[in-house]
């Protein structure tokens, strides 16, 4: 087709095409679909359906008036290599495609709906194009076919023994996970398991200075995952790093809960996990006060078990880092999506009474948060090319699922993401204690990651608005892990301050004001955490104190070994 005028299918016809495609997204993924809103009842914006319309009938007939000129978008890393761009069919395909999909997902902003809803629409759709691209598909792939003409088919049948391992593991591999051993190569700072009771291990690192401060450090990690992504390598391990800023540092390495540990409810958490392991480390510590860090919904455990102790009177802990935490859950990102009253009642009848939610069904919802680079490209790199994918010690701790008990997950689906109930003084009831976090009114350094789509920056940065005391916020480059785990010496990324410390009332005007600076935040939030631990003090001869606590096995211990 050689002009514009010479392709005009009108309004309708483009309408219908394209809500045929949705009906055929929305039903792929029926978890994302709006119930109230089926795909036959959709109502659009017709003007932006008609600027939607003219958009798509130019740049499709640029395409074809190409013909197998056209080139793909070298935007796209998906088609941008030499066989996509030198086989005029396949980059004529992959242009098409890409055409396509751009005006599925524009459609998007022009549904009448709520934002929920449109947000809803949008994730469907985009993972069904995410699904749809040629890449994936070995007949349409020129770099797959390419390669299995030059191994002569052993690409092929290396790809169907990957297929195979990958289907008995239950996961698609995204590193060579032949080369990593938990103890051996990840989580190796030398330390000692000094508690332990249902719930967690109590490891304590030994001291990498002669002196320490007085005040112990506590790490509480995402009991979602398992705690070594604060250890992973020596270069990298934020424990090991905070051991050598002389801190004498403690983690909660939380138990992968089987079908025994089922029953156990948030407040088990709060009570035997968070608020025990603060009261371990004050004893083993011979301290008034310790200082904490929760990461991720370690934090959000954290915030609630200090709203407990200061509900009854108790301010054990001088200071709180929470890296990467929701508190007030108005803004949860992508994971909205799956949030509402239906689904949460869903779970509830599942698992509310007891039960688990497997590891795996909770790693594959975070891996398609990100569909192209956490599914996708491993599909086509382990399968269609039979690649094995390189070493990468994040993405095999990323693999290492975790079960969680079914009735601490749903209790924090319904009060933190549909009710957020935590910020919203006395509304909620743990540990036998109404909550005010009014009452939490001690030093908290906040750290969020500007491309986090697990805690977005805006609900990282809500907490300052929520907390009483003495706050920092300081945001990261990067996301959700590679933004945390980011040390100094790698000289990496960067972070941004206010020099003036106002914290306004929303993340924008923070930014306003903010300066950004090379290299990794941990410096500054090692100088803010010294100036809350106290004098130095010789640093213990022996791991734990007394008779009561003594070392029980060597770090990392063995509930970091269990699988799910």
């Given at each position: 087709m050689s002009s514009e005028a010479s392709w005009n299918p009108g309004v309708p016809?483009?309408?219908?095409?394209?809500?045929?495609?949705?009906?055929?997204?929305?039903?792929?993924?029926?978890?994302?679909?709006?119930?109230?809103?089926?795909?036959?009842?959709?109502?659009?914006?017709?003007?932006?359906?008609?600027?939607?319309?003219?958009?798509?009938?130019?740049?499709?007939?640029?395409?074809?008036?190409?013909?197998?000129?056209?080139?793909?978008?070298?935007?796209?890393?998906?088609f941008g290599s030499a066989p996509w761009l030198s086989n005029p069919v396949a980059a004529l395909t992959a242009s098409s495609y890409l055409l396509n999909a751009k005006a599925l997902t524009g459609l998007a902003d022009a549904v009448q709906a709520d934002e929920k809803t449109r947000a809803r629409i949008r994730f469907a759709v985009e993972q069904w194009v995410a699904a749809m691209s040629p890449s994936n598909y070995l007949a349409l792939n020129p770099e797959?076919?390419?390669?299995?003409?030059?191994?002569?088919?052993?690409?092929?049948?290396k790809g169907i023994q990957n297929l195979l391992h990958d289907i008995e593991q239950g996961h698609v591999s995204m590193t060579d996970e032949s080369v990593f051993e938990v103890g051996k190569n990840v989580a190796t700072t030398e330390g000692a398991v000094v508690y332990e009771n249902e719930i967690f291990q109590l490891i304590e690192y030994k001291p990498l200075t002669a002196k320490v401060h007085e005040r112990p450090f506590l790490l509480i990690p995402p009991c979602i995952n398992k705690y070594y992504i604060l250890d992973l390598q020596p270069e990298n391990s934020l424990v090991r790093y905070a051991a050598s800023q002389g801190h004498r540092t403690f983690v909660v390495s939380w138990r992968n809960p089987g079908e025994e540990q089922g029953h156990l409810t948030w407040d088990d958490y709060i009570e035997n996990a968070v608020i025990r392991a603060i009261q371990v480390v004050q004893e083993i510590g011979g301290a008034d006060q310790i200082n904490a860090l929760g990461f991720?919904?370690?934090?959000?455990?954290?915030?609630?078990?200090?709203?407990?102790?200061?509900?009854?009177?108790?301010?054990?802990?001088?200071?709180?880092?929470?890296?990467?935490?929701?508190?007030?859950?108005?803004?949860?990102?992508?994971?909205?999506?799956?949030?509402?009253?239906?689904?949460?009642?869903m779970r509830e009848l599942q698992m509310g009474q007891g039960g688990l939610l497997k590891g795996q069904e909770l790693a594959s919802t975070f891996s398609f948060l990100r569909p192209n680079d956490l599914v996708w490209n491993y599909v086509v790199g382990n399968y269609l090319k039979g690649e094995t994918p390189p070493p990468f010690d994040l993405l095999y701790w990323n693999s290492d699922a975790t079960n969680l008990p079914g009735p601490w997950y749903t209790w924090y689906l319904r009060n933190m993401y549909l009710e957020n109930n935590l910020v919203k003084p006395?509304?909620?009831?743990?540990?036998?204690?109404?909550l005010d976090l009014g009452a939490i009114d001690i030093p908290v350094y906040i750290y969020g990651s500007r491309e986090d789509h697990i805690v977005p920056i805006?609900?990282?940065?809500?907490?300052?608005?929520?907390?009483?005391?003495?706050?920092?916020?300081?945001?990261?480059?990067?996301?959700?892990?590679?933004?945390?785990?980011?040390?100094?010496?790698?000289?990496?990324?960067?972070?941004?301050?206010?020099?003036?410390?106002?914290?306004?009332?929303?993340?924008?005007?923070?930014?306003?004001?903010?300066q950004e600076l090379p290299g990794s935040w941990w410096t500054d939030w090692s100088q803010w955490l010294q100036s809350h631990a106290g004098k130095p003090v010789a640093a213990p001869k022996r791991y734990g104190r007394g008779t009561k606590y003594q070392a029980l096995e060597a770090a990392p211990g063995s509930y970091v070994q269990q699988k799910a």
């Open positions: 016809q483009f309408q219908q095409f394209f809500t045929e495609q949705w009906a055929k997204a929305l039903a792929a993924f029926p978890a994302a679909s709006p119930d109230t809103c089926p795909t036959a009842a959709l109502k659009f914006d017709a003007a932006k359906l008609q600027e939607l319309q003219q958009a798509y009938v130019q740049e499709a007939s640029k395409l074809w008036s190409q013909g197998l000129a056209a080139t793909a978008n070298l935007q796209d890393k998906r797959a076919q390419q390669k299995a003409i030059e191994t002569k088919g052993e690409s092929l049948a991720c919904v370690g934090g959000t455990m954290l915030t609630t078990a200090l709203a407990v102790l200061a509900a009854r009177g108790e301010s054990p802990v001088a200071s709180a880092t929470l890296l990467t935490t929701l508190v007030d859950f108005t803004d949860t990102g992508i994971l909205d999506v799956f949030i509402d009253e239906n689904f949460v009642q006395g509304k909620l009831t743990v540990c036998g204690q109404p805006t609900g990282s940065y809500a907490t300052t608005q929520v907390l009483p005391g003495a706050k920092r916020f300081v945001m990261g480059a990067s996301g959700h892990i590679a933004g945390v785990i980011n040390p100094p010496a790698k000289k990496k990324r960067s972070h941004w301050i206010r020099q003036d410390g106002v914290l306004p009332a929303t993340h924008a005007q923070w930014l306003e004001g903010a």
